[in-house]
């Protein structure tokens, strides 16, 4: 991201009742950019002052405030892309912004409803998570509810919340007070982790087992905050994340001005990330969320759509009552013991009107021995709260642990579900297939393991591996004529046999794949498809009315039955068909392009927003549903505004779409095989068609994808992209990182100013381990486009620090900019590295006031770095308070070496590798034996740290991730530190060695293996 900051404008899109004004901009995912609680003007959510995009996520294009729609994956790659929209105005008076778009990963659709109700003051989300699919996919839904915080801001969760867990369920710890160190971190212990101020990293903490409707947090300075309610039996989920106290990447890096912010999460049939479900054919998931503020209640404890209390002892005889209510509304609020009633106070309720109140009782009395109710104006309790006392004595529940690999699972049922929760997580580390296929291995013949295999590749285009794993599968299932409960592998072959043009054999497995509920539907709509194909148009009809009476969700066919009945003039029945389908998705572009056929709507185009894939994928509906003629006038209408590659292609017109440049086109449907092959062969000289089926087929068959990038630049061999696209396949499909290497070699001969192949290179390098210092003369001499992005340019500064090229390199440190991103927390540490380095080149120059001078500025943290730590307190301190020492001790500055050996004995060291320098200043005060202790502890620790093998189980995202040697270089490392302490130089030297031999760039061990 570039420091530019410019005037923009974009479009926003406004509700507002008598309580509530919010804003959604529709330009950046449909985010709800902010909410305004009217009656008090508090922001319900995060009002950011700029639109500040980072690198956070999956494409690097993110912003904070307001509320994120993750949906099918947690910061969808388009959060920050413009997406469809439509007001819709209802019958019971409230109006409506849908947002949502289908999202091409999955080829599944989305969209959120955000409704303001005429007297209400809570926003209602209505969500509706579309598998417009022939495929069962894996899918979440996590709306990222950002809220204001600071040292008066505490996260409320419902008192049932005995637990809090991390991402992927690894970690647990009590909720509120923690006793345990959550992840590893010491500084959680004892913490009550409800309130920011408390939290001394940025972290996310899960509600585990969520058995309350609310959750949500509350401003005690601006005596306001954020409920947020939804049926915990669907909306599953709850957490917080947060940037932590002791950061500033939210105020800084995210914002201008607009001050730290917490994300209250609310997850939909997920209670965890990952915590993917599964969509089945064209199902769709509904829900409902409710978020409102409230004020002048110091919290709440309970809480729904209609209201929120709270009770708290504020000391002993002095108890504080508060309620809020959604809408004006006359109520009872009750104070009650188990024997007698203490308060009951009739009183009228609204948005406007909150109602607290200090009540005198008996100082005798707990709160564990009160009760308060709120009552409606007919006697029934809404809402009850009666505090009990935590057990912190109760057992952390089980984490998730690292499972087998696949070889050492000796159950094959449990072999098998291992992989499926690969399959559904969308692990980048573990291919569910090994599981499978050692399932298969010993058992070839295993119904649930050939199913997923078919299925496997049926998506990748492999037919007939996929057919011989279903056949086997409904072998066994099959065997005696038996009709199997389970269909999905007919079904699944039925699809491909449909999608080979075998009619008669299609049809055959797909009416006995639908004699399983499971499969009706979605069977039925494929068989109608074929009929409709045929010409049968009656039959077609069939089908479909019989897969609408099984899932009356099933908008693929309720959208497909309007055309025929459109096309047999039945116009009313057709319209009746739409307006099903628009009042569920308004955002439907089936219905809406039906809609403008039946002369009912002009709003196609504004829905569409000429985004050619979008046209694309609608045509693909109506050629799917044997509809030529309405899927061309789709494509041409497209085509005759904005000229875009696929189009043309699917228009047969191969050489305008050959003529246009590459740039953003991404054909990745397998119904887009044939048509490049056709442009192929009409045009064999051309190496355009083989590029994109190199692309097209890199994520299904790898192997083929090679081939057809190898032919491409057979054709042209300067084409930059096809070399890089080889260079990745190579490096993380086939492992040849000799053959990537000289790829992207050539890539960047060919394209220099590329910085993406630069970042990548690099890392290839690394993971190759090409010499350090050839690394660095490759950035050096790029270092134009090394700035570009922020991982080339610091890997710039972290070779050029190994090399030993100080000046050069404080010199970047000084004058360059450094886009930080998510997840980058180390870069500090190359900073601190470069100086040190530096400083003790002066010092070995025996130029100790520069080497002092060097050292103290490991201290700072320079803006154009873009790291920002408000708690300087860091356990580096320990190294460089010992360096600094060592240096003044050297020029004859005892009294201040001595101060700064005390510095360093006392950092908070963790248990991290600047131990080693803590433990050299204590030997230098005289406390010896603490000193060895810490050496041996040293030692002892890299020896444990020494793996064989390394499993990602919990990646989520990246390329590489954990490896053997990364693992192991910082355990040699840290056993030789140990031994360097207790004066064992040969074996602290023969483990230097081996770090160096895993990763050639480990500085410090370079180092200290140099002194010996």
Known sequence: MTRRREIQSFQALYLENEYVQLCVLPQIGGRLFYALDKTDGYDIFYRNDCIKPANVGMTGAWISGGVEWNVFHHHRSTSHTPCNWRFVENADGSKTIWVGETELRHRMSWAIGITLHPGVSYIEITGRLINSTPDSNSMLYWSNVATKVDENYQIIYPQSVDFGTYHSKEAMVHWPISHEAFRGNEDYVGVDLSWWKNLPTSNSIFIFDQKDDFFGGYDHGADAGTVLVGNHHIVKGGKFWLWGPNSEWDTRILSEHAGHYCELMQGAYSDNQPDYNWSAPYEVKEFTQYWYGVQKMSGFKAADTRAAINMELKSPGKLFIAANATSRRDAVVVLKTADRTLLSQSLTLAPDAPFSKNVSIDKKLKETDLTLELLDADGTVMLSFTPVEKDYSKPLPDIVRVPPLPGDIANNEECYYVGMRNLQFHNPYVNPTDY?????????????????????????????????????????????YTRPKDTEALYNLGLILKEEGDVVAAMDTLYRAIWAYEYNSAGNYQLAQIYCGLGNRKMAMDRLNEAIIYNGNNFNALCMKASLLRLDGDADGARACVETVLVQDPLNAYATYEKMLLGGGDDFHSLMRDVPESFIELSLQYRHNGLVKEAEDILRDIDSRIAYPTVKMYL?????????????????????????????????????????????????????????????????????????????????????????????????????????????????????????????????????????????????????????????????????????????????????????????????????????????????????????????????????????????????????????????????????????????????????????????????????????????????????????????????????????????????????????????????????????
Request: with cysteine.
């Open 436 to 480: 499978f296929m050692e399932v298969l291995r010993r058992d070839p013949d295993d119904v649930r393991c050939n199913t997923a295999m078919g299925i496997w590749y049926r998506q990748r285009g492999d037919y007939e591996k996929a057919k011989m794993h279903l056949r086997r599968a409904i072998k066994r299932q099959t065997h005696d």
């Open 652 to 1012: 047969g017109d191969y050489s305008g779409a050959l003529d246009l440049p590459v740039d953003y086109c991404n054909m990745f449907r397998l119904e887009t095989i044939p048509v490049l092959e056709s442009a192929a062969e009409a045009y064999p000289d051309s190496w355009k068609p083989d590029y994109y089926l190199g692309n097209l087929w890199y994520d299904k068959q790898p192997l083929k994808a090679m081939d057809y990038w190898r032919s491409c630049l057979e054709k042209n061999p300067e084409w930059d992209l096809a070399w890089r696209n080889l260079g990745w396949a190579n490096w993380l499909y086939t492992k040849d990182l000799s053959e990537a290497l000289l790829c992207y070699r050539k890539a960047v001969e060919l394209n220099p100013s590329k910085a993406i192949y630069l970042e990548e290179l690099d890392q290839l390098s690394e993971e190759a381990k090409v010499p350090v210092s050839d690394r660095y003369a490759v950035l050096k001499s790029h270092h134009a486009t090394a700035v570009k992005r922020y991982t080339p340019l610091a890997n710039e500064v972290i070779t050029g620090t190994f090399c030993g090229d100080y000046d050069y390199v404080l010199g970047l440190l000084r004058d360059c900019y450094f886009p930080t991103r998510e997840g980058v927390a180390n870069f500090h540490d190359s900073y601190v590295d470069a100086l040190l380095m530096a400083g003790l080149s002066k010092e070995t120059g025996n130029d100790f006031s520069a080497a002092i001078d060097l050292f103290a500025k490991a201290f700072e943290y320079p803006e154009n770095q873009q790291v920002f730590l408000i708690d300087k307190r860091v356990p580096r301190d320990a190294q460089v308070y010992y360096y600094m020492g060592e240096a003044a001790e050297k020029a004859g500055q005892k009294t201040r070496a001595k101060e700064y050996y005390r510095k360093s004995a006392e950092v908070r060291v963790k248990k991290t590798e600047y131990r080693y320098w803590q433990a050299l200043a204590m030997l230098k005060l005289g406390r010896v034996a603490e000193a060895g202790e810490i050496f041996v502890s040293l030692e002892e620790q890299g020896r444990r740290g020494i793996v064989k093998a390394v499993f990602n189980f919990y990646g989520a995202e990246g390329t590489t991730g954990q490896t053997v040697e990364t693992v192991n270089t910082k355990a040699y490392y840290l056993m030789g530190l140990g031994l360097l302490g207790q004066g064992k130089s040969e074996a602290a030297a023969e483990a230097f060695r081996k770090a160096l031999e895993c990763r050639p760039n480990n500085l410090w061990a370079d180092y200290f293996l140099k002194q010996l």
